[in-house]
């Protein structure tokens, strides 16, 4: 981790150093550019800590880039924002965080003209604004990175980026002034993209490149990224910083809205923290520590780390796959799966590490659904005993399986449906809950809303759509429906990706208690502390293979990448 | 409420529309509104006629509205009402000398299993083979009225006319037409339609299956990790649909014509996408919209008798319009958005 720190800190103090005449040493003009980076290394290593810095304390403008002053915005009887204040210094990066509802979004997307608030007023640049849509804004120089990005999936790069702000010569898109002009902005940010490419073809990470860029094309002074890491691999959320950086050194003032402690102290110059609407903090990120975030994120002391208590595991299986394998698309391809075997027992969690995309989705498809070929080609798979390699999915949950889905949304919800026919999913057809085929839905009432009062799903209420809640209440909702089951097997999938620490903390505890209760785990993620914190032991998984294990506190986090990246 | 207040607001929008296009055609939009109400509702035989003509959308409407439930489109209900009273007719014709009641339980047995099997095939082509059902229910609509010419003309041709009809059906098959409606051949099948109106809700909100289906309708990947089949439901859902559009056959056959007329349908299979739309795919909503476009379709014939300058035609212009303010959707949410500020 610290390796690579001083690495992007050594490549950006190499590139400022050219840009920046201030802080330029006698001589380097006619010096290349490795000479400088050499002649610097030393003094650079041992600044790598507090480089990042440097530009807030830098800074002499007293003018805020931002300031919002009271801003009030009301959805119905719940106060989104309530009196919120915040200011952002130009040329910095200002972490935004809370809890998912806190209000948050919702306060940058009245600063990006998204709504009006109710009251309060925007300030960009000493100048107080008043915006009718998010044109004024980006006229203005706001520009915002969403969540989900808007893109144009069959277009290319360059269509996209140029959407709705085409240079016309003679009534068709000028594309090589688009191009020249794109040209010299990547050269200057650091942000290279393929622009004849197809958007969809292209990865997440570079997607979000060109959504950045797409904000630069308009000449945006100040770039609002909502969540920008939710959907990136961890090389791809480094990527993105470093090139967040070179944006701020390049003058850029960054927004960027977060749940993430950890990208918020490696990142940020200043952070404000939202609670429930209102700001419960603002500070240098240097002054704060994450349980300080934490605890005012949450409104209480939050345990970050859960201590927990040695397995007592049984000798029983849980699960057992032997010599799993999934063919490659194409004949000879790199087989997706190859000789996949371990063994989960009950009352002991295994966790599977290792970067997105070697694997552990196709892992996950095989062993839910073996009989699909698509899903497997080759190997076999027991739970509880049980051969399951041709059951449908539907008798092997029956066996006290829950799942806990990769992606939430894709597989685990009915968006637009109420939480109690979510609670339902994959339980319809058990006795409790439908009989002769009619649903018993008195039974649903009671079961669910016990369900939701003992998970803390919030808000406590059955009849709104699974979409409206939060995605840590999304979640906890999914781990109250998969642990009706009485499940002896848990097979849990990322299970705090996108969710605040709140929900981290509750859903690690439930996890840790369905083995304590003698249920086998298999937990597989891409978070490093999900993996440490819970795993009895730990696997590695790299280009389709399982290349390591590891007892619980014989690894480190270090020695767990090194394995992770393959060697 | 605003479920209810929409579509009505919508309907309202569409006809004002619609009478200004009339008054382009020079009639006097009052005069026509009154004449379309007169027509459609004006006495018991005319309003009987409406119930005529919104029993068969019920049906369509409902075929459309269940797969629609399941994240499925289907356009095949014209094909599947061509077979369903194909059969009906078949079966009555085949076997004259049955007697009531089991002639008509016959028949409409017949006209649900045509129906079916109509809508099944795609379903099980797009669980199984992945191809899409809106292509393959539209080619099976031609390869209905196909089969319904060719059983028609060549097989139970009616001797006795020069019209494409089949032989009629044996008198135990007709079913009782209701005599408040002076005359109007509103028949046992009305009560049926507002039946199988009930039943489908409880299908799709009570009922395991039916929970199932629009699982797979919001999420199919989600319903195929909860462990649902959802090749299977596809399947149901669009044999389902075909048997309800099938059931337009026994209106048709055993409670109108007493045989099966090539081209007897105005197209109730397509006008049923519509039905469903604007019924927000759920029962009710189905009947209610069901009334209103038999209303529309009795309503424009006056109009066609009594102006001048407006034809039959204009119905569909009218239709046309309702429709495309009920899936102005986007219009609906850009209003809100500019009251909400």
Known sequence: ?567 | MRKLFQPVLAVAFGLILGLGVTRIAGESPWHVLQILWRSAFGSSYDFGMTLFYSTPLIFTGLAVAVPFQAGLFNIGAEGQLTLGALAAAAVGAVWPGVPWPLAPALAILAAVAAGTIWGAIPGWLRAKRGSHEVINTIMLNFVAAGLASYVTLYLLKNPDTQNPETRPVGAGYLIHQFGIFGGAPVSLALPLAILAAVLVWILLWRTVVGYEMRAVGQNESAARAAGINTGRMTIIALAVAGGLAGLVGVGEVLGNAGKFRLGFSPEYGFIGIAVALLGRNQPAGVVAAALLFGALHKGTAGLDLETEHVTRELSLVLQALIILSVSADGLWSWMKKREAP
Request: charged share 25%.
């Open chain 1, 1 to 567: 981790m610290d390796h690579h720190f001083e690495r992007r800190a050594l490549k950006l103090a190499c590139n400022r150093q050219f840009r920046s005449a201030a802080i330029k040493p006698p001589g380097s003009v006619a010096a290349s550019r490795q000479g400088i980076c050499d002649a610097t290394r030393l003094e650079v290593l041992t600044l790598s800590a507090q480089i990042w810095t440097l530009p807030a304390t830098m800074a002499v403008e007293t003018t805020a880039a931002v300031e919002l002053r009271g801003l009030t915005k009301r959805f119905g009887s719940v106060h989104a924002n309530d009196g919120v204040n915040l200011r952002v210094e130009p040329g910095t990066i200002h972490g935004v965080i809370g809890e998912n509802g806190a209000g948050k979004s919702t306060a940058m997307k009245m600063l990006y003209g998204i709504f009006p608030p109710d009251a309060g007023e925007i300030i960009v640049h000493g100048e107080k604004r008043v915006w009718a849509s998010p044109a004024d804004a980006i006229a203005a120089g706001i520009g915002m990175v969403h969540q989900h990005f808007m893109l144009a999936g069959p277009y290319s790069a360059l269509d996209n980026i140029v959407l709705g702000a085409e240079p016309v010569r003679l009534g068709v898109i000028d594309r090589r002034r688009a191009r020249i002009r794109l040209d010299s902005l990547a050269r200057q940010y650091g942000l290279p993209v393929d622009w004849g490419a197809a958007i969809e073809e292209l990865p997440v990470g570079v997607q979000q490149r060109i959504e950045i860029l797409k904000l630069l094309y308009r000449d945006a002074r100040i770039l609002i990224l909502d969540e920008p890491t939710a959907v990136l691999t961890p090389q791809e959320t480094n990527e993105l910083f470093r090139n967040l950086k070179n944006l701020r050194d390049e003058g850029k003032t960054i927004l960027l809205i977060t749940h993430k402690l950890k990208e918020v102290m490696s990142f940020t110059d200043r952070v404000t923290v939202f609670r429930a609407g209102k700001v419960t903090g603002e500070m240098a990120t240097s002054q704060t520590n994450p349980q300080e975030l934490a605890n005012l994120m949450v409104g209480r002391k939050v345990v970050l780390n859960i201590n927990v208590p040695v397995a007592r595991s049984r000798d029983e299986l849980a699960m057992e796959v032997v010599g799993l394998g999934l063919a490659g698309p194409v004949r000879g391809s790199r087989h997706k799966l190859s000789d996949v075997s371990f063994s989960v027992r009950r009352g002991e969690i295994v966790g599977i590490a290792g970067v997105e995309g070697n694997g552990q989705s196709e892992l996950l498809q095989a062993v839910l659904h073996p009989r699909e070929p698509l899903c497997r080609t080759s190997g076999t798979v027991r739970f509880l005993g049980e051969d399951v390699t041709h059951w449908d999915a539907r008798k092997i949950r029956d066996l006290g399986v829950a799942v806990i889905p990769e992606d939430r949304q894709r597989e685990g919800l009915l968006l637009e449906r109420p939480v109690s026919e979510n609670f339902l999913l994959g339980l319809q057809r058990s006795s409790a809950f439908s009989h002769a085929g009619l649903l018993n839905a008195k039974n649903l009432q009671t079961a669910a809303a016990q369900a939701v009062e003992e998970y803390d799903v919030r808000p406590r209420d059955l009849t709104i759509p699974a979409g409206n809640l939060s995605g840590g209440n999304q979640q906890k909702l999914i781990v109250a429906r998969e642990f009706q089951r009485q499940p002896r097997l848990v097979i849990a999938a990322q299970p705090t990706r996108g969710v605040d620490v709140g929900a981290i903390e509750f859903v690690h505890n439930r996890i840790v208690r369905a083995r304590d209760e003698g249920a086998g785990v298999l937990l597989v993620s891409f978070e490093l502390e999900d993996i440490l914190t819970l795993s009895d032991r730990i696997l590695v998984m790299y280009e389709g293979r399982i290349v390591a294990e590891f007892q619980r506190g014989q690894v480190t986090e270090r020695e767990l990448g090194l394995k992770m990246a393959g060697s």
